[in-house]
């Protein structure tokens, strides 16, 4: 339609004409900016009508679960949401569904919960725990499942806990990376002299890990002393040897960390000595 004015108003060369065009093109315009405004208008008020709705809906396990009446009549529910809002979880938008399935969009609890809340179908029943959280990340689950604690937790499982899975080693809700001063206790469970079960793995562990957070405080020295930026290669050999770190611990190749974390260290180590010397 525009495209038919704008060639009406070029082969016009009466002036009337063109008057009567402009005067028309006006009442056109002006009728096309009702219209645009109305529509713009319709779609403001629809789509806030239908995100305010799918917000109360999307969110009906958070609606209830919130609600600080359980902080009285049923703490340990309430706990389990407050764990839920601190986390990196909430922070990723990685709701209660993501990992116990259910219907949210259902305020009803029995409809909401359906059969996955349930004892024995839930997805976060122990031995089904890893192909929860692997949904999202895939390449933890994925070594964790070439590691010996997988094989034992499916191969007997009945006499589950047997061996640790994600949420032994991160928590369940409100993750994160163990610290040097927990991963001796994580281990030690069942790592110990008593058990004769590997006893030296929490010490090496805990020492590892360790490692690695000076792995880390040194390269953030580096990074702030421009020493990164300067030499893009060193950077990136960097973080392709300390990426695969994560994944072996999946794996439970603890000498390979071993040795991988010390080169990385030491390279680390050379640098800030080149820079003091400088
Ligand atoms: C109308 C309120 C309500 C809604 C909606 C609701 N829940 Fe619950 N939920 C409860 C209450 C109350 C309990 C405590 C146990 C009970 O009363 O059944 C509970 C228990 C649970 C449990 C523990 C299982 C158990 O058997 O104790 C989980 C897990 C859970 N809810 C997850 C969810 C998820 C996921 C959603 C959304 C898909 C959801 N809930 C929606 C009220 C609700
Ligand atoms: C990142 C995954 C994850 C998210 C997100 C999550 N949960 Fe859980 N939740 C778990 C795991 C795993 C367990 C099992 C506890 C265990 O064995 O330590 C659990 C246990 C629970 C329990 C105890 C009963 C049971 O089934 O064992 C309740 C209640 C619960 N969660 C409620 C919620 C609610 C409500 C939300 C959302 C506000 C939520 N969870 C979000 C992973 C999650
Ligand atoms: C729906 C996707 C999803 C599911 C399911 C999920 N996560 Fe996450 N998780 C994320 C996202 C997104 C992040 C933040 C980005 C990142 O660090 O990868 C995250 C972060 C983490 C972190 C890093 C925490 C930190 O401090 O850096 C750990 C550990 C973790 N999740 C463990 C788990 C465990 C254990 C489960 C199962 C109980 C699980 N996740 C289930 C998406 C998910
Ligand atoms: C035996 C203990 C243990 C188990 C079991 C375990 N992890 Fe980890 N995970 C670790 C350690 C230790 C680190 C930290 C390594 C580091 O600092 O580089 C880590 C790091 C992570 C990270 C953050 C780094 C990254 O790779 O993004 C995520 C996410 C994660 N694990 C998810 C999982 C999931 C999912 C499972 C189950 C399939 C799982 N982990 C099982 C010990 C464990
Ligand atoms: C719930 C008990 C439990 C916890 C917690 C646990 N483990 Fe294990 N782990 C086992 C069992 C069982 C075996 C198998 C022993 C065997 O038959 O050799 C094992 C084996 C191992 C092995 C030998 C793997 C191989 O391929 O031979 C290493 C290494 C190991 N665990 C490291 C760890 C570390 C590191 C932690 C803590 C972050 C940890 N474990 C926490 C139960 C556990």
Known sequence: MLEKLKTQIRHSKDLSYQMRTAHELMRKFLSISFLI????????????????????????????????????????????????????HALEKVTCVDCHGGNE???????????????????????RISETCGKCHEENAQNYKKSKHYRILTEK??????????????????????KPED????????????????????????????????????TRYLISRGVMKEDPQFS???NEEFSGLSQTWHTLELDRIEEKSLKIRTMLLQRRKELEEK
Request: aromatic fraction near 12%; charge should be negative; charged fraction near 20%.
């Open 37 to 88: 405004t109305f529509i713009i208008f319709f779609f403001v008020t629809f789509i806030n009508a239908t995100t305010a709705s799918s917000e109360d809906i999307a969110n009906s396990c958070i609606q209830c679960h919130s609600n600080p009446a359980f902080r009285i009549t049923n703490k340990k529910l309430y706990k389990y949401y407050r764990d839920w809002e601190l986390s990196i």
């Open 105 to 127: 969009n259902s305020n009803d609890k029995e409809e909401a919960h359906g059969k996955e809340i349930q004892q024995l179908l839930t997805p976060v029943k122990y031995e």
């Open 157 to 178: 499982s009945g006499s589950s806990r047997l061996t640790p899975t994600c949420v032994t080693c991160h928590s369940s809700i409100n993750t994160s990376i163990p």
């Open 236 to 238: 990136k050999t960097i």
């Open 183 to 218: 991963i001796a206790d994580i281990c030690t469970s069942c790592h110990n002299p008593v058990t004769e079960n590997h006893p030296e793995v929490p010490e090496l562990a805990g020492y590892l890990i360790e490692r690695l957070s000076f792995i880390n405080y040194y």
